[in-house]
């Protein structure tokens, strides 16, 4: 799988979790979570140039994907998660909720979404 189809993959996943928890369907909503992990994890295995193709989601047109982008990507491209996360905790809702989660733990130094280069 390329490099995009797989940065899709992980985004389709996000935005139908965030989809999955709005109808209040856990089970669904995990199902995706996994598949999303999954799709990161492939992108890993191709170093910084799978984590790379993963920051064209920070220009997404849905908050949750970018979100989900950036928190992952807190460690190999801080400075533009930062950013991204930063502006969108500044609204409502459930994005700004979790870019807000994501910025703390970055900051309390329990982030863990990618701790260490493949």
């Known amino acids: 799988m390329s490099l995009d189809a797989l940065?899709?993959?992980f985004a389709q996943h996000t935005a139908a979790q965030t989809d999955a928890i709005f109808?209040?369907?856990a089970k669904t909503g995990n199902n995706h979570a996994k598949k999303r992990l999954a799709a990161f994890k492939k992108l890993c295995a191709h170093g910084d140039?799978?984590?790379d193709a993963l920051a064209a989601l920070f220009n997404h047109p849905r908050m949750d994907v970018r979100v989900m982008a950036a928190a992952y990507l807190l460690r190999h491209r801080t400075v533009e998660a930062k950013a991204v996360l930063e502006e969108i905790s500044k609204g409502a809702g459930l994005a700004?909720?979790?870019a807000s989660e994501a910025l703390?733990?970055?900051e309390e130094g329990t982030w863990a979404l990618d701790p260490a280069e493949e």
């Open 7 to 9: 940065v899709e993959v």
């Open 23 to 25: 109808r209040g369907d």
């Open 49 to 51: 140039a799978g984590r």
């Open 96 to 98: 700004a909720f979790g």
């Open 104 to 106: 703390q733990r970055w």
